[in-house]
Nanobody
Framework: QVQLVESGGGLVQAGGSLRLSCVASRRTFSNSLMGWFRQAPGEEREFVAAIAWSGGNTYYADSVKDRVTISRDTAKNTVYLQMNSLEPEDTTVYYC?????????????????????WGRGSQVAVSS
């Protein structure tokens, strides 16, 4: 089992920045994939970004790729999501996820059903 704990959410004004963190209770397998998703009430969970634990390849949703950066610190078992130029539409809960075996195609990387472990989420609120 792997526990994921997110932090760093909060209230920020439009145009501001936040950095979310996700700490894993233990190191996942070397070829695992770490992802960030977000989900608004009544909507499906939406892919935001992912990073390969080994090698650090990154993947982004087109809707946010110019405003977010995903990174990891392998020594700390931590994944980060830096979000800039935040908009009110970014207001929602952000979830960290881990997939034990990495993906070869985007449908796998961006599909919430592909991931094995989930955090409980971190609320982000952007005021206009």
């Amino acid at each position: 089992q792997v526990q994921l704990v997110e932090s760093g959410g909060g209230l920020v004004q439009a145009g501001g920045s936040l950095r979310l963190s996700c700490v894993a209770s233990r190191r996942t397998f070397s070829n695992s994939l770490m992802g960030w998703f977000r989900q608004a009430p009544g909507e499906e969970r939406e892919f935001v970004a992912a990073i390969a634990w080994s090698g650090g390849n990154t993947y982004y949703a087109d809707s946010v790729k110019d405003r977010v950066t995903i990174s990891r610190d392998t020594a700390k078992n931590t994944v980060y999501l830096q979000m800039n130029s935040l908009e009110p539409e970014d207001t929602t809960v952000y979830y960290c996820a881990a997939k034990v075996v990495g993906c070869l195609v985007y449908e796998c990387r961006e599909g919430s059903g592909s991931y094995d472990y989930w955090g409980r989420g971190s609320q982000v609120a952007v005021s206009s």
